[in-house]
C-alpha cells in the first residue's frame, strides 16, 4: 500500500522550491559569475553555508525566526493570520534556503563559461541587457539550468531535518516523505517504511541518471571559448 | 624630411572623432582623432599598441576611458557629464577576430537575431541584398558549428550588417584564417564600403591585408598615434619603416588600364603616363586599379638598362634617401610624376651609383601585386 499524501507532498514542497529557487538564484547566480566586487567571496560564503551546516542548525534558526514572537514570524501572523512554523509555506521558505547552493553553483558555472564574448556580440547587434539575457545567456546556459533545477528537486525532496525542526508532522501539511519514513520506522511499521524508501530511492537514481546524461548530451558547450 | 602628415579631419565633422585617455597598468592609450566619415579607414599596429582596445572603447565594450567620444551630433562618451552611451544604443557594428557567432542558433538564426532588431530603424538595408553580398544562401540552414572559418566570418560580417550599423568596425577578421582562406573573404570586405556607404574602421596588423582594404590609415604605436592620411600617401613614408614592417614596406599607387594583350596574358597600364606591364585581369579600359609595389621589388639603375628580363622600367627622381645604418639597406623614394615609389637597396649599392636626392633615375620593378579596382 502506498501513501500518496506524503509523496505528492514532498514533490509540490520541492517544486514550489525549485520554481522560486529559479526567481532567487538566479540573479545571484548572474551577479557571482560577473562581478569583480570585493564582496564576491563573502557571498559565495554566504551561499555554500547550507553545504555544511547541518541542517539542525539551521532548522533552529528557522525555528527562531518564523516563531509568532519573532519579528518575521509576528509580521507574518499579522498579514496572512497563519505561522510560518508547522506550516507548509514555512518549509518552502526554509528549502529556499537549504537548497539555495543546489540552484546558485551549477547556473554560477554555467553562466561562466558562456562567458561575456556572446552577450558583447549581442550588445553590438542592438540587443538591451534584458534582451541578451533571455536570447543568449540563458539558451547557451540552458544546460546549467536542467541541472541546477534537477538537483534543487532532489536535494529539496532528500530534505528531514530542517523540516523535522521547523514544520513537524502535520499531515497533508508538512509530513514529507522522509517525515513518514522516520515515524514508520520509530513506530517499527517496517513494510511502510520499505515502501516509501525504495521509491525515493529509485527516484534519486533516475534523477542524477537524467542530470549526467543532459550533461552529455547538449554538446554545444564544449565549442564555447 | 618625412612627407607632410596630411589629416583628413577637418572637411569631416559628421564622422566619428574620439578624444580618449585610458590607462591598463602601465599602458597607456592616448588617442585624439576624427575619422573619415566614409570608406575604410585601417587602423594599423603591432600586437599591443592598443588598437584592439581603441576599437572596444568605440564600440562602448570598455568603460575605462576618459575623454570623449562624438559620433555625428551624439556624444557617445563624455567624461565631463558622466555620460556614456551603452553598445546596444550606439549602433556600431563589430566583426570580432574569432567571429563569435552564436552556438545556439543556426546561420539564418545569427543572422535573424541582428535583422530582427533593427528592422524598425528602416532605412535602405534589405535583407536580401546582405545575403546576395556575401553568397550566404547557400548556408543559411548549417549548424554554425559546421561551418568553415571563412565562412564563419562571412557569416559573422553579414550578421554585423543586418544590424544596420551607423559604424562598422572590424577587429582583425582575418587574423585566424590561413592565406587561401584569407582571399576568400577579401572580395567580400573589398566590396562592403561601396555597396553599403558605412563608415568603416578596420583592425589589423597585417600591412598587406591593409593595403588591400583601406583607403585612409591610421598607424598606431605603443598607445600613440604616429600617422595617419589617405593610405598612399601613409604608405610612402620613410620614417614609418620599422612600424609598417620591414619586408612588406611599400607603396600603394593608382593606375589607370590602358590595353590587355590576350595571347601573353598580360595587361598594360598607366603610372602618371609611363606604361608598365603587368599580368593580365580584367577591367574594363581607363579603369582605375591600385597597384602594390615593394621596396624590395624595386631596384635603381643610372640609365635604361638593355637585356633584362625586367620589362618594367620608370623614370623618377628621388627625393628622399635614408640609410639605415644598422642594416645593410638604405631606402629611397622615387617621384615618378605625381606618384611615388619605395625601392631598398644596399647601402653599398647606393654610395658606389653616387645615389642622392634630386638625381633622376630609372626603377626597376620586379613585381607588382594588383589588389582592387580602386576606389572612385
Redesign the interface.
Known amino acids: 500500500m502506498i501513501e500518496f499524501e506524503p509523496l505528492w507532498l514532498t514533490f509540490k514542497l520541492a517544486g514550489v522550491t525549485t520554481l522560486a529557487l529559479l526567481c532567487v538564484g538566479t540573479p545571484i547566480a548572474w551577479w557571482l559569475a560577473h562581478s569583480h566586487s570585493r564582496a564576491k567571496p563573502i557571498i559565495e560564503a554566504i551561499t555554500a553555508l547550507p553545504l555544511v551546516l547541518p541542517p539542525t542548525v539551521m532548522g533552529f534558526y528557522f525555528l527562531i525566526l518564523f516563531s509568532p514572537n519573532s519579528t518575521i514570524g509576528g509580521w507574518w501572523v499579522e498579514i496572512t493570520d497563519t505561522t510560518l512554523t508547522f506550516s507548509f509555506i514555512g518549509l518552502v521558505f526554509a528549502s529556499i534556503v537549504y537548497s539555495l547552493p543546489f540552484m546558485v553553483q551549477p547556473l554560477q558555472a554555467a553562466f561562466e563559461l558562456v562567458g561575456r564574448a556572446p552577450l558583447e556580440v549581442a550588445a553590438t547587434l542592438r540587443a538591451r541587457p534584458l534582451d541578451r539575457f533571455f536570447t543568449v545567456a540563458a539558451p547557451l546556459a540552458s544546460r546549467g539550468f536542467v541541472t541546477a533545477s534537477m538537483l534543487t528537486f532532489a536535494h529539496t525532496v532528500g530534505e528531514f531535518g530542517v523540516v523535522l525542526m521547523v514544520g513537524g508532522n502535520l499531515p497533508g501539511e508538512t509530513r514529507v516523505v522522509s517525515i513518514a519514513i522516520y515515524e514508520h520506522v520509530e513506530t517499527l511499521n517496517y513494510t511502510a517504511a520499505h515502501t516509501l524508501s525504495a521509491i525515493l530511492v529509485g527516484f534519486a537514481f533516475v534523477v542524477l541518471f537524467a542530470v549526467y546524461s543532459v550533461n552529455r548530451r547538449l554538446p554545444f558547450f564544449a565549442q564555447l571559448k | 624630411m618625412p612627407t607632410p602628415n596630411t589629416e583628413v579631419c577637418s572637411a569631416e565633422a559628421a564622422g566619428l572623432a574620439v578624444n580618449l585617455r585610458v590607462v591598463y597598468g602601465s599602458f597607456e592609450l592616448a588617442v585624439e582623432h576624427t575619422f573619415a566619415s566614409q570608406g575604410i579607414t585601417g587602423l594599423f599596429g603591432q600586437s599591443g599598441s592598443g588598437k584592439t582596445t581603441l576599437l572596444r572603447v568605440i564600440?562602448?565594450?570598455e568603460n575605462v576611458a576618459e575623454g570623449h567620444i562624438q559620433f555625428g551630433a551624439e556624444r557617445w562618451l563624455d567624461q565631463a557629464t558622466a555620460c556614456n552611451v551603452?553598445?546596444?544604443?550606439r549602433?556600431?557594428?563589430?566583426v570580432?577576430q574569432?567571429a563569435?557567432l552564436?552556438?545556439?542558433l543556426s546561420v539564418r538564426g545569427n543572422l535573424r537575431?541582428?535583422h530582427r532588431?533593427?528592422r524598425h530603424l528602416g532605412g535602405t538595408l534589405q535583407w536580401d541584398e546582405v545575403i546576395d553580398a556575401l553568397d550566404l544562401a547557400p548556408l543559411l540552414e548549417r549548424a554554425v558549428?559546421l561551418l568553415s572559418g571563412g565562412e564563419r566570418q562571412r557569416v559573422a560580417i553579414g550578421?554585423?550588417l543586418l544590424?544596420r550599423?551607423r559604424l562598422l568596425l572590424f577587429d582583425e577578421p582575418l587574423a585566424a584564417l590561413d592565406m587561401r582562406r584569407k582571399s576568400e573573404i577579401l572580395p567580400y570586405l573589398r566590396a562592403i564600403p561601396a555597396r553599403f556607404t558605412i563608415p568603416t574602421i578596420y583592425v589589423s596588423h597585417a600591412m598587406d591585408e591593409m593595403a588591400q582594404v583601406a583607403d585612409h590609415l591610421v598607424v598606431l604605436s605603443a598607445g600613440k598615434i604616429v600617422a595617419s592620411g589617405p593610405v598612399t600617401s601613409v604608405l610612402q613614408r620613410m620614417d614609418l619603416g620599422p612600424l609598417l614592417g620591414r619586408f612588406e614596406a611599400g607603396v600603394v599607387l593608382n593606375a589607370t588600364v590602358q590595353a590587355h594583350d590576350e595571347p601573353y596574358a598580360l595587361t598594360t597600364v598607366a603610372i602618371a603616363n609611363q606604361a608598365i606591364v603587368v599580368p593580365g585581369f580584367s577591367a574594363a579600359i581607363g579603369t582605375t586599379v591600385r597597384l602594390r609595389i615593394r621596396a624590395r621589388d624595386v631596384a635603381l639603375a643610372l640609365e635604361r638598362p638593355h637585356g633584362l628580363s625586367i620589362r618594367n622600367m620608370l623614370d623618377g627622381v628621388i627625393t628622399e634617401l635614408a640609410p639605415e645604418p644598422t642594416t645593410a639597406y638604405a631606402e629611397v623614394l622615387v617621384a615618378v610624376g605625381h606618384a611615388h615609389l619605395r625601392a631598398r637597396v644596399t647601402r653599398q649599392a647606393a654610395d658606389q651609383l653616387g645615389l642622392c636626392e634630386g638625381m633622376p633615375i630609372v626603377a626597376l620593378v620586379k613585381s607588382v601585386a594588383l589588389d582592387r579596382p580602386a576606389a572612385t
Open positions: 564600440a562602448g565594450l551603452p553598445a546596444h544604443a549602433g556600431v557594428g563589430l570580432f574569432d563569435r552564436f552556438q545556439h537575431y541582428a532588431r533593427s558549428t550578421r554585423a544590424s550599423p
